[in-house]
């Protein structure tokens, strides 16, 4: 079994062949054949098994996804801690399609662009047919409660729409001031929650305390400055928001599982 692992991204499983054995917040959770799964990878996860020869794998970072101003209803079932499944056989071939062109996109100068509109596309797709599956298994559930029948399906803890729309606004909150100082209550205060209330909120919705997410936020962006950059340490950790150099090192290190120069030294 992999480590249990959390990154600020929405990742998206396409398994075209086998099947992927999961443990996702603390439950077992399997992507078979032919099936897409969607997730905030915010909850704590990890790969138990994986009996199969061919999967495509796409990360989308939470900035950008809350940069392409989703509706509500979809914006709060992408951040549902439950996975979103779906089968459907149009979206299906559609990914497995174009995930090639992605790629190869992503290498050329400015070709990142196209690409992203394409992806945004699909996961719009996704979430239509995920949550139009939703519906079918649970067709009496009131407009307001996302997904219901996925949280009852999965055995995680329902959550109410209201809850998930103060994790939104935090959520949004940090991704947007994660490099400058941030204090619990002021994240809370965006919500316009007590401190208390937010960070039990937040844990609740998203499996992980509002200190976790912030630094995964920021070791999500020094990850990218090390990789895209030759930036001093020191400068790499001020961009990143981290307050102390020694900060730095420990949490990076420890998401990275090596020091912050053997990780860039070794992606490069």
Request: with cysteine; proline share 5%.
């Amino acid at each position: 079994m992999q480590s249990m692992h959390r990154h600020n991204d929405l990742e998206i499983n396409l398994v075209l062949r086998g099947e992927l054995r999961y443990v996702f917040a603390g439950r077992p959770f399997v992507v078979r054949e032919g099936q897409i799964a969607m997730f905030w990878a915010a909850q704590p996860h990890g790969l138990v098994d994986s009996r199969t020869g061919d999967v495509c794998w796409v990360h989308v970072p939470v900035d950008t996804l809350l940069g392409w101003g989703l509706p509500e209803r979809e914006l709060s079932a992408v951040m549902r801690p439950a996975p979103l499944v779906t089968d459907a056989e149009l979206v299906r071939a559609r990914m497995e399609a174009m995930v090639p062109a992605w790629l190869e996109e992503y290498r050329q100068q400015g070709g990142a662009g196209p690409a992203l509109l394409e992806i945004q596309a699909t996961v719009r797709r996704i979430l239509r047919a995920a949550l139009e599956d939703a519906e079918r298994l649970s067709p009496a559930a009131a407009p307001g409660r996302v997904l219901e029948a996925f949280g009852a399906e999965s055995g995680t803890r329902r959550v109410s729409a209201e809850r998930i729309g103060h994790t939104m606004t935090m959520a949004q909150f940090v991704v947007e001031n994660y490099r400058s100082p941030l204090t619990v209550g002021a994240i809370a205060q965006a919500a316009h929650l007590t401190s208390s209330h937010a960070m039990t909120v937040f844990r609740d919705t998203v499996g992980a305390t509002i200190g976790e997410y912030l630094t995964m936020c920021r070791v999500a962006e020094a990850q990218r400055l090390l990789i895209t950059t030759s930036l001093p340490m020191t400068e790499v950790a001020e961009r990143s928001g981290f307050g102390s150099l020694s900060s730095f090192y420990a949490h990076v290190s420890a998401a990275c599982g090596m020091a912050p120069r053997q990780y860039r030294e070794q992606v490069r």
